[in-house]
C-alpha cells in the first residue's frame, strides 16, 4: 500500500528588512513585529498607537487629519515651528476601580504618549491655523503663506 505524506504549505513572505524567503513560524512572528512597526510606507512608526495620518493639499491650505481614537481633546498639543508641524498627546488609562477578580485575556489596547512631526509641504501662516477634533478624528486646517498662494495675473 503506498503511502502518502502531507506536508504543511510553506508561506513565503515579502519583508522589509530583506527577510524574503522560507520563513519558520517563530521568524514569520518576529517578521510580523517589526512589519507591524512601519506605516505603509516602510517608514517607522515611532509612537505605540500607530497614529495615521492624512497630509492633503489646496490652494488655500494644507490640511492633516489624523485619527486618534480614545485621546481627550484636552491631551493635545499641536505646535508649527521652522515649517515642521508637531502634535503630541497621551491616551490615559482606564483604571477601574472595585472588581478585584477581573482576569484579563488579551490587553492589546495601548496607553501613554505619542507624537508626531512633519515638514510641512509649503510655508503657512501659523497664525490662522485651527485645529477641530471630532468623534476621533483630529483635523489641523494650516492656511498657506500668501507668498505661496496662486496669483492672478491680468493681461493688459
Not at 482606564?94 to 512631526?117: A, L, N, W
Not at 486646517?141 to 496662486?150: A, F, G, I, M, Q
Request: aromatic content about 6%.
Amino acid at each position: 500500500m503506498a503511502q502518502t505524506i502531507v506536508t504543511k504549505p510553506q508561506l513565503r513572505r515579502r519583508s522589509p528588512f530583506g527577510l524574503g524567503q522560507w520563513l519558520p513560524n517563530s521568524m514569520l512572528d518576529l517578521d510580523r513585529m517589526l512589519e507591524s512597526m512601519l506605516d505603509t510606507n516602510g517608514d517607522f512608526i515611532p509612537d505605540p498607537f500607530h497614529t495615521r495620518m492624512d497630509v492633503s493639499e489646496t490652494e488655500q491650505a494644507v490640511v492633516v487629519k489624523m485619527d486618534l481614537p480614545g485621546v481627550a481633546g484636552k491631551d493635545i498639543e499641536i505646535s508649527v515651528d521652522n515649517n515642521l508641524l508637531t502634535i503630541r498627546g497621551e491616551r490615559k488609562e482606564e483604571k477601574e476601580e472595585g472588581d478585584k477578580t477581573k482576569q484579563y485575556h488579551r490587553i492589546e489596547r495601548r496607553f501613554g504618549s505619542f507624537s508626531r512631526s512633519l515638514p510641512l509641504p509649503c510655508a503657512v501662516n501659523e497664525a490662522e491655523a485651527g485645529a477641530e477634533f471630532k468623534e476621533g478624528v483630529l483635523t489641523v486646517t494650516l492656511p498657506k503663506s500668501e507668498s505661496v498662494k496662486p496669483r492672478k495675473i491680468t493681461v493688459k
